[in-house]
Structures are given as structure tokens and as C-alpha cells.
């Protein structure tokens, strides 16, 4: 207890000291978007971080009074540092945001409605994917521009499809070719598996259960949708590759991660995201064996699909600068530096470049899902029923209760967590 | 270390000497040296005051209050210990940071054996032993439990492989619900053996010869001597090691959190009720759901746990442990 009491000390330490030095430096808020300033802009990503700093360069060729400093905190820490920041008020001015936390910091105060300047500078929102603006629209309102977006698809080990004699997925794909490949790619006895059944909404279970018909959360945010019939059929969709050992069970992927069974020629497909080519690419076993398709469409055709945006902090200093910024950085021109070294940019138009990037695979795959992707799924309180979503469906995947009962008892504590929110 | 201390200066005393009673009282004369002693602990009470003792009594005030997502906290009473009385979760992660408690003790005993042999007095390259016996105190325990997780892998681990040799195939170990408490336990007493055989070992370099001689003399085999010379004076040494095993089992958190699997992994470790600890609990309370006035009242439970524990080996410890 001494080490969790003294982590909660120094966060609370770190708090106080946040406090002090916003108070420090509380000079008046100035109002001219080229009135000299210094915005902090917080990523978690490292690989991203020279991509970033030279679209701040750019930035500031523009805007020459305007400097920005990219603040990297790993994924791990992203979030529960910036909580603390922001409750010792000294939340960086422009930051990178998620779907899952967007509801949570925009119901709160913490990050500036951008609905009004949107307005004012005649943005057409319609550059961006639907499902990404929809996603970051909290109450009518827009609360930060999409950066990137990625989609979901099934990354194949051509090799291993070769030798079965099984013929590459390929768009049209139906859950019956699904099956019927996974039945010919699995081996139980020689360790040697179709897919590796994880529980992880965005790559795997989400998926199914639009492409079965059903939905996680009702468009209001409202109601949980796993007691659906259809929902229920999305997440059998998995359970049943594990009875059948086509996939691992979860006592396996514990052990070993699928990526890492993936890469080491056990798994025939692998269901990733767009973000995937980096690893893939960058790896020797997958680098020439693997390609990526379409998701198989079952009921109907469907990919979650989720970016990031960037927001401006609601207590910055500079609030006229820092649009300025994400202005600049939901900008075509910025989406083309984006693209050449990072994900998928999310202006339309500018994906090119990343196709030509990463021309090792076809992605144009991910490109084409947006046109049938679902947004990811979330709420005010999105962290607290992902929780209960690895309660109940662990016990669904071990084959511990039937998926019917699991869904509707995660239904049932969806369901009081959202009438808290 | 002090019951330790003890322990030494109690099989001391026990050789015939001077016996140091009998001479006056040393006249008062601990002002000043009470003064200097107290600036030179000053350091340590002020870190004491400010990094232990202030959290805890925040915590104990954090536990009666409910968060917000961003700071700010209302008072409501006794709400999360009555959430607390009724929660499952919170009753199965107490079941099991007893029985890592409990198995932990099982290294007691093997503790006294490898020092016992360590002991012997004709044992060469004693130091070279106990500096293996130690090397897992020194590594830190994240580093510890990484390379356990790879030994532990169900399908590439070295246990597994060695277990195939013999025609045995091996469990997922820290994700089969029937295995996962016992293989933490295992890497617990592993980990702990070096420091208690350490302890053991001072306990039995400080009995005297001539108590054995002696028994020898009175007709006492080997086994005797351990059960009636040994042990009785060691008892000072198995008590102060006991606590302190008994208070670091129910603290367990690094070794279960990165053993479990990280991240998503170990949400959909289907063992993870079985060895989900009380600290772990509130980590995941704290960070994880940021529910902090509730991982406040999980560990202001653990802390009355700890306490009452202790208070109980203490009690009990007047029936068997002799100093001298």
C-alpha cells in the first residue's frame, strides 16, 4: 500500500506544483491571433513526433509570432497526466484527442467548443470523413478537427493461404468465405490457427456485431445495444472460432499476444487497422508474406472507424493563437505533410501520399472502408463500460457462461452505467 | 531488522558472563543527547511526516469523498465502504491476498533449510552461495517478473519445455484460473528466499556452539538439537520474518500486474479473478476507472487488515518466540 499511497502523493505533488507555476505566470489573456505566443501541444505518439514538429515549423513560417512546442507523453501515461494537468490547471493549449475521451472532456469544460469559429472562418466540415466529425460533435457542437483517421481490415498471410490452397480474401467477401477459409487454415494440432479471436472492440468484436446488424450503444448514447438478437450474433461470430479451434483460446493470447502469433506464422489473418503498416512494413517476417483486404460483410458491409482530432484547451491562454494552430493543422496543406510520414490524413483528397508511402501493401483497402464505416462507439463515460466489456466477455470467450447470458448481463451493467453519465 | 538485532544480542547474552544488571541506573542526563538525537532523526521524520504520514491521513479523508473526472471532490460520508461491504470484486481480491499471504509463509520454512546448510561449518564458497540466494532481491522486481512471464508462457516457455521432456504437458500457468495463484506464489517465495535466508542465516550464526555441545553431551541426535536448540533461538528471527512476509503478500502488486499481462492482455486474462490483489484492485479503482474515493476506501481497509494482522502475530508471538 506504501507504493500506491506514495504514487498518489506524487501525483498529488505534481498537481500542486502545476497550480503554483500556472499561477506564476498569469499574465492577461492577449486576443490577436498573431500576437506573439507559445502554444504546448501534447501527442502520445512517438513515432509521430518529427511529422509533427515540422508542420509546427510550418506553423510558424506563417505565423511568425507563434511559436509551438510538441510535448511528447507515451500512451501509457497520455491520459492520466493530462487529467492531472488539467486539474492543476495547467493543461497544455492544444492537445490530441480520442473518441472514447472527447464526450468526457467536452461535458466537462476542459476543451474549447470550436463550433462558432468553425463558423466564423467558413470551414466546410465536410472535408473530413462524417463518422470522424459526428465523432468529436458533442451537443450540436464540433469540438476539435480530425487529424487522421484509420480503418479496420484483414491483414493475410499469403504463405500460409498459399499452402492451404485457400484463395485470398478479396472485396465481396461474405462471413460464409470467412468461415469456410478459417476451417481450411486451422490446424489445432500443430499449433497453427485461423485468426486469433482478442478481445478488442476496435479491430475484432465491433466490427461483427455491425456487420451483423446490431450496435453497441444506441445513437443517443443512451442504451447499451448488446441484449440486440443481431449484437449477440456479433460476438458469436468469435466465441464460435474459439469452440471450433480456429482460434487460440484467451489462455493462449494471455501468453502470447496475437500480433506475435501473427508474426511468427501461426495466425493466417490477423484483423488490424490501417495503423498496422508501419509494423508490418517494418518487420521481416511479415514485410513480404502479408497483404491486407476488406473485413468479410456479413448482414452488411461495416468497419469502425476512429482518428484522432486536435482540441484546444479551454482554460489556454492563447485562445486565438492556438486556433489559429489547429486551423492550420485540419488544413490541406498540413494533411500532406501528415500523410507522407504519419496515418491516414483525414482532409479528403490527401490520402495519395500515404498510398504512395506505403505502397508495399494495398491500402487502398482502408481508404475504400470509409465509405460503409461506423464511428466508434462511445459515450459521455466511454472508459467505465469498456471495463465491463472484458468482465463479461471474458467469461463468454472461455466458454465460462453462453454468450447470450454474458451479452445481456453487460447490457444490464451498461445499462446503470450510462444512466450515471 | 531490529527483532533481528535482538534476536543476535538475545543468544549472546545467554553465554555465561558478566551479567551487565546489578549496576546503578545511568543518572539523567539524556537532554542534550535526546536533542541531537532528535535533529539527526529529523531528516527521516520530516520525509516520514510528508511523504507517509500526510498521504495517509488525506487518503483516510479521500475515502469518505466522491471525484470528479477532473479533481474536485464532495463529501459522501460512508458511501464507498458501504459500496465496499457489498462488492464482490473487492470480497474475491481479499480471499486472494489472504492465500498469497498464507502460501507465502510456506518460504519460512524453506528459508531455514537453505540457511541450516548454508551453516554448515565445513561448507565451502558459503559467501559465493549467498550471493546467488540474494541476486533476486537486488533485480528489480518488474525485470523479475518479465523474465517469469516468458518462463511461464504456455506454449514457448522454458518450464513447459522442460516439463515436455518428461512427456508432462504443462498448463498456461498465469492464465489457467486452476494454476495462476499458485505460479505467482511460487515467484513470490523465490523472489523473498535470498533476503530470509539472509536473516536465518544471522539468527544461526549468533547461537552459540556450546549449546550444542552441550545437548550433544545430554544425548541429543541432530534432529533433537534443531527441534530444541535451533529452533527456540531462531524463533526470534521466524517471527520478525513472518511479519514482515505476511505485510508484503498483502501489499502485492508489481509482480501480479506485470506477470498477469499488461494492458488489454491481462483485462482478458481469464484468470485475472483469481489473482487480482487488494493493491491491484485499487490501481486499477484509481488510474484505471479514476474512481478515487473508492480506491481510497480499498486501501483504508487494507490498512485496518494490516494492522489487525500484525496486531494478531504480535499477540501470538508471546507462546512461541524466546528471546533467550
Given at each position: 500500500m506504501w507504493k500506491a499511497v506514495r504514487t498518489g502523493a506524487a501525483v498529488m505533488a505534481a498537481a500542486v506544483l502545476a497550480v503554483t507555476v500556472a499561477g506564476c505566470g498569469a499574465d492577461e489573456p492577449t486576443a490577436g491571433?498573431?500576437?506573439?505566443a507559445t502554444l504546448s501541444y501534447a501527442v502520445w505518439d512517438k513515432n509521430q513526433v518529427p511529422v509533427m514538429e515540422e508542420l509546427a515549423a510550418a506553423f510558424t513560417e506563417d505565423h511568425p509570432n507563434i511559436t509551438v512546442e510538441v510535448q511528447l507523453t507515451p500512451w501509457a501515461d497520455y491520459w492520466t497526466k493530462l487529467r492531472a494537468a488539467v486539474t492543476g490547471g495547467a493543461a497544455p493549449d492544444v492537445f490530441w484527442m480520442n473518441g472514447p475521451n472527447v464526450q468526457l472532456y467536452a461535458d466537462n469544460g476542459v476543451i474549447m467548443p470550436l463550433a462558432d469559429k468553425v463558423a466564423e472562418a467558413k470551414l466546410d466540415l465536410g472535408v473530413y470523413p462524417k463518422a470522424l466529425v459526428d465523432l468529436y460533435t458533442f451537443e450540436g457542437k464540433i469540438y476539435g478537427l480530425p487529424k487522421d483517421f484509420d480503418t479496420v481490415g484483414v491483414w493475410f498471410n499469403k504463405e500460409l493461404f498459399d499452402a492451404a490452397g485457400v484463395k485470398h480474401p478479396a472485396a465481396g467477401w461474405t462471413w460464409d468465405d470467412f468461415k469456410a477459409a478459417a476451417a481450411k487454415l486451422s490446424n489445432p494440432a500443430k499449433g497453427q490457427y485461423a485468426v486469433g479471436a482478442n478481445i478488442a472492440g476496435q479491430e475484432y468484436f465491433y466490427n461483427t456485431i455491425y456487420q451483423a446488424g446490431g450496435n453497441v450503444i444506441s445513437a443517443d448514447g443512451k442504451k447499451s445495444g448488446y441484449d440486440d438478437p443481431a449484437t449477440i450474433e456479433g460476438l458469436r461470430f468469435w466465441t464460435d472460432l474459439i469452440k471450433n479451434k480456429q482460434s487460440p483460446d484467451l489462455k493462449t493470447m494471455t501468453d502470447t499476444h496475437p500480433i506475435q502469433l501473427f508474426e511468427s506464422g501461426k495466425l493466417a489473418m490477423y484483423w488490424g487497422g490501417s495503423w498496422n503498416v508501419t509494423e508490418f512494413g517494418n518487420n521481416e517476417y511479415t514485410k513480404t508474406r502479408v497483404d491486407a483486404a476488406p473485413l468479410p460483410t456479413g448482414v452488411k458491409q461495416a468497419t469502425i472507424i476512429h482518428g484522432l482530432a486536435n482540441v484546444v484547451s479551454a482554460k489556454t491562454k492563447y485562445p486565438a493563437q492556438a486556433w489559429e494552430f489547429v486551423k492550420f493543422l485540419g488544413s490541406k496543406p498540413a494533411a500532406e505533410i501528415l500523410g507522407k510520414k504519419g496515418p491516414i490524413p483525414a482532409y479528403t483528397g490527401t490520402q495519395d501520399a500515404w498510398l504512395a508511402a506505403n505502397a508495399k501493401f494495398n491500402g487502398k483497402v482502408f481508404l475504400d472502408a470509409v465509405s460503409y464505416a461506423v464511428p466508434y462507439p462511445v459515450s459521455r463515460n466511454t472508459a467505465a463500460w469498456n471495463d465491463e466489456e472484458f468482465k463479461q466477455l471474458t467469461k463468454a470467450y472461455t466458454g465460462e457462461v453462453p454468450v447470450e447470458q454474458a451479452a445481456k448481463e453487460l447490457a444490464t451493467q451498461m445499462n446503470a452505467l450510462l444512466a450515471k453519465e | 531488522m531490529v527483532m533481528t538485532e535482538e534476536g543476535i544480542a538475545a543468544g549472546r547474552a545467554a553465554v555465561p558472563a558478566p551479567a551487565p544488571g546489578g549496576r546503578a541506573r545511568r543518572p539523567r542526563r539524556w537532554t542534550a543527547e535526546a536533542g541531537w538525537a532528535y535533529l539527526l532523526i529529523a531528516p527521516t521524520g520530516l520525509g516520514l511526516a510528508v511523504f507517509y504520514l500526510w498521504p495517509v491521513l488525506q487518503t483516510g479523508y479521500f475515502s469518505f469523498t466522491e471525484w470528479g473526472p477532473f479533481g474536485g471532490h464532495e463529501w459522501v460520508g460512508l458511501d464507498n465502504y458501504r459500496a465496499l461491504a457489498a462488492d464482490a470484486e473487492v470480497r474475491q481480491a481479499l480471499v486472494n491476498t489472504l492465500l498469497f499471504a498464507l502460501l507465502g509463509l510456506l518460504g519460512i520454512p524453506l528459508a531455514i533449510v537453505f540457511a541450516a546448510l548454508l551453516n554448515r561449518p565445513k561448507l565451502r564458497g558459503v559467501s559465493v552461495y549467498r550471493a546467488l540466494f540474494f541476486i533476486p532481491v537486488v533485480t528489480m522486481p518488474v525485470a523479475v517478473a518479465m523474465v517469469w512471464r516468458w518462463l511461464y508462457n504456455g506454449d514457448f516457455g522454458l518450464v513447459n519445455q522442460l516439463l515436455s521432456v518428461f512427456g508432462v504437458e504443462g498448463p498456461h500457468w498465469i492464465a489457467d484460473p486452476a494454476t495462476a495463484l499458485y505460479a505467482l506464489v511460487a515467484v513470490c517465495i523465490w523472489a523473498g528466499l535470498g533476503y530470509n535466508i539472509v536473516v536465518f542465516l544471522a539468527g544461526l550464526q549468533a547461537i552459540p556452539r556450546e549449546f550444542y555441545e552441550a545437548a550433544e553431551i545430554d544425548g541429543a541426535g541432530p534432529v533433537a538439537q534443531f527441534r530444541r536448540v535451533t529452533l527456540p533461538l531462531l524463533s526470534p528471527s521466524i517471527f520478525f520474518v513472518s511479519v514482515l512476509s505476511v505485510i508484503g503478500s498483502l501489499q502485492l502488486f508489481d509482480l501480479v500486474y506485470v506477470m498477469a499481462g499488461s494492458g488489454q492482455a491481462a483485462r482478458s486474462n481469464p484468470a485475472m479473478p483469481r489473482i487480482q490483489t487488494v493493491v491491484g484492485l485499487f490501481y486499477d479503482k484509481a488510474f484505471y476507472t479514476n474512481d478515487r474515493g473508492y480506491a481510497a476506501a480499498i486501501v483504508m481497509a487494507l490498512l485496518v487488515l494490516i494492522v489487525v494482522f500484525t496486531a494478531i502475530q504480535f499477540r501470538l508471538q508471546k507462546r512461541w518466540v524466546h528471546y533467550g
Open positions: 491571433a498573431d500576437e506573439k | -
